[in-house]
């Protein structure tokens, strides 16, 4: 089948569902599909990027568990890179959120100590989706491993989520660069997202899995500086700082009870510093980061030059924030707001996990479980942690 006619199949979800349910069904029952992955984006298939043998040689690739949700890729660079005259440069494609970069963060400073005179260049999809922010461009221009960022118009498949048109980038991509799509295997077999990227590019993991890796310029910029001298004002005689992230975009949730947590969180003697809105916006002790005003990267910068200074803490809703404590080593009291039994490719050592189900993957002294009166139903599926069970759990672990 052509390009053009799947695409038009994949346009919606209607037909597509069907088809490729068909397909793996097909593909299952009489194994005569060949054991590659589907031809969404094909960036195996394109010869004119790097000569018209690599691109279809399986020495440098292989894809496992084909016409799945979850399909996993390996790459060999070492076997790539060793085709004399074959690969000028690696076209790292991104489509994918922020916290979802933040993971790759430490392979990239592994892979140019291993390919130090090899460009890195980035392709990073351009619109915003349930799964991709253009954002992180933004993040990869400040990333010293990659030479240069590029943005392209990305479709996301219906069905198979990790399967996006690439078509657009691999028409920019310059001749003797490699296209290398990254992505992860998002199970629950996968024990860490970190761990399975490591071995995507075969790469040798450290003994702990590493954290995410922040690239900060040495002057920070005129309203980071700023509002660290606001917040200095403020801080005498407090407790510390409780950082906020209580919404999700991937998830479109927002905490119902920013108002309270906050101003308990100021009667037991903290200053709340936040980027959901729905705060205490008049009391003195309440500070709302305007992200329109501030970069994502700005917004880590200002809570690392905090942690210099004051005790700092975070409560946040599994999202960006989740890997960004992480990078940041920040105490993190993290709201698992709806069941995902995956949850452990997500987590970090400093993060206490309030839910309410067990994850047998997590370590059940790093989980809070919830009763059922500390929370109510947001719908079906998400819930909302009450501010006084939320206060009361964020002074077992941190208010000492």
Known sequence: MSQRIYRKICAKRALCVPYEIGRWIYHKCTGWLPEKTAPWYR??????????????????????????????????????LSVPSAVRGIAFIFFMGIGDYLYTTPVWEVLKKRYPNVPFYAYVG????????????????????????????????????????????????PAGFLAVPVYYEYSQRVTHRVVNLFETFGLELPEEV????????????????????????????????????LDSRSSNYTYPY?????????????LV????????????????????????????????????????????????????????????????????????????????????????FLPREKQLYAPVESYTKHNHKIVDYKPDWVLKWFCEKFDH
């Open 258 to 270: 920013m108002r309270e947590l906050s101003e308990g969180l100021i009667k037991e003697g903290y």
């Open 126 to 173: 351009a619109k915003f989706d349930r799964n991709n922010s253009p954002i992180v461009g933004k993040l990869i221009e400040e990333n010293p491993h990659f030479e240069k960022v590029f943005y392209f118009n990305g479709t996301r498949h219906p069905l198979i989520w990790k399967n996006y048109d690439y078509e657009e980038a691999f028409q920019h991509i």
């Open 210 to 245: 590493p954290t995410p890796v922040m690239y900060f310029p040495s002057n920070p910029a005129e309203i980071v500086a700023n509002t660290l001298q606001q917040i200095r004002a403020k801080m005498s005689g407090k407790k510390g700082i409780v950082f906020l992230q």
């Open 43 to 80: 960036f195996d298939n394109n010869s004119f990027r790097t000569g018209n043998l690599l691109p279809h040689d399986p020495r440098w690739y292989r894809i496992n568990r084909p016409l799945y949700r979850h399909e996993e890729i390996h790459y060999n660079l070492d076997y790539a």
């Open 273 to 360: 510093l936040s980027v959901t809105k729905g705060g205490p916006t008049e009391d003195k002790n309440y500070v709302e980061l305007d992200i329109k005003k501030f970069t994502i990267n700005q917004t880590w910068h200002l809570l690392s030059l905090l942690k210099t200074e004051f005790a700092l803490y975070v409560i946040a809703v599994n999202s960006v924030f989740w890997a960004a404590s992480a990078g940041l080593h920040l105490p993190n009291l993290g709201l698992q707001h709806w069941i995902d039994k995956k949850v452990h490719n997500l987590w970090y050592p400093n993060i206490e996990v309030v839910t309410n189900h067990l994850y047998p």
